[in-house]
């Protein structure tokens, strides 16, 4: 960085690193079902506060890409069709919170989905000194989340469309190729039921498991993604002003 004007030549202040005061760390969690819009306010937060994201998707398949000893085991799983452990799944995870970027904090979404694989994770971070500071619930009714998915349409290209919140300009049609718009599987009303029947009775315990832990914290997602932002900021902030305290 080019000296200030008017401080050329004078001596760069010592850097005590024994007194820079260590940001304390911000470990949350995201929860909510499906077509919550969870995506769209991770995004918005590891920009706000420079977490990294870990989609428990997206770092299995790093870990298998990368040839990782833990990558490989999950991957005979994978191929052979069959879930993933609990126990792979939070080595992985915790690999990936060992790296620099992970030092002040992340962001986890997708894991973990059930009571026993919350109880595995709470050990599993103790081990290495660390917990979790919060789980931040996005809350959407099942109707809502209908409404939400159900409207989307995509073209031959990929791009996507919503018959009421982002409608083309020509019904059924892209406004980019003028392919027509379908309806996937998993956007269909009886798909996302079944999606939802499994948030409802896999997931949602950890509502009560986290809030008898005072760690829950709830947010309307039927609010405009503005509005839930602004909410989940200020609400990551206390968090970590509490944590300084």
Same mark, same amino acid.
């Given at each position: 960085?080019?000296?200030?004007?008017?401080?050329?030549?004078?001596?760069?202040?010592?850097?005590?690193?024994?007194?820079?005061?260590?940001?304390?760390?911000?470990?949350?969690?995201?929860?909510?079902?499906?077509?919550?819009?969870?995506?769209?306010?991770?995004?918005?937060?590891?920009?706000?506060?420079?977490?990294?994201?870990?989609?428990?998707?997206?770092?299995?398949?790093?870990?298998?890409? #990368? +040839?990782?000893?833990?990558?490989?085991?999950? !991957?005979?799983?994978?191929?052979?069709?069959?879930? $993933? @452990? /609990? =126990?792979?799944?939070?080595?992985?995870?915790?690999?990936?919170?060992?790296?620099?970027?992970?030092?002040?904090?992340?962001?986890?979404?997708?894991?973990?989905?059930?009571?026993?694989?919350?109880?595995?994770? #709470? +050990?599993?971070?103790?081990?290495?000194?660390? !917990?979790?500071?919060?789980?931040?619930?996005?809350? $959407? @009714? /099942? =109707?809502?989340?209908?409404?939400?998915?159900?409207?989307?349409?995509?073209?031959?290209?990929?791009?996507?469309?919503?018959?009421?919140?982002?409608?083309?300009?020509?019904?059924?049609?892209?406004?980019?190729?003028?392919?027509?718009?379908?309806?996937?599987?998993?956007?269909?009303?009886?798909?996302?039921?079944?999606?939802?029947?499994?948030?409802?009775?896999?997931?949602?315990?950890?509502?009560?498991?986290?809030?008898?832990?005072?760690?829950?914290?709830?947010?309307?997602?039927?609010?405009?993604?503005?509005?839930?932002?602004?909410?989940?900021?200020?609400?990551?902030?206390?968090?970590?002003?509490?944590?300084?305290?």
């Amino acid at each position: 960085m080019p000296d200030l004007p008017g401080t050329e030549g004078l001596d760069a202040p010592v850097r005590n690193d024994a007194a820079i005061e260590l940001v304390p760390e911000l470990n949350l969690i995201l929860v909510g079902p499906p077509g919550a819009g969870k995506g769209t306010q991770a995004e918005k937060l590891t920009e706000d506060f420079g977490l990294p994201y870990y989609a428990t998707g997206n770092i299995l398949r790093d870990a298998v890409a #990368e +040839g990782t000893p833990l990558g490989k085991k999950a !991957k005979e799983y994978m191929d052979n069709g069959d879930l $993933v @452990p /609990d =126990d792979v799944i939070i080595g992985v995870i915790l690999e990936a919170l060992e790296s620099d970027e992970a030092a002040n904090g992340f962001l986890l979404d997708g894991f973990p989905r059930t009571v026993p694989q919350a109880d595995a994770l #709470e +050990g599993a971070l103790e081990n290495v000194g660390r !917990k979790i500071s919060g789980v931040l619930l996005v809350d $959407v @009714p /099942d =109707d809502e989340v209908v409404k939400r998915l159900s409207g989307r349409r995509v073209s031959k290209s990929g791009r996507v469309y919503h018959v009421d919140f982002d409608p083309p300009k020509q019904e059924g049609r892209c406004d980019i190729d003028g392919s027509d718009l379908i309806q996937r599987d998993d956007d269909k009303p009886e798909t996302i039921r079944k999606r939802l029947a499994v948030y409802h009775d896999q997931t949602e315990p950890l509502v009560q498991y986290y809030e008898d832990r005072d760690l829950l914290r709830r947010f309307d997602g039927t609010r405009s993604p503005t509005d839930v932002h602004d909410h989940i900021r200020a609400t990551v902030a206390t968090l970590r002003l509490e944590d300084e305290l």
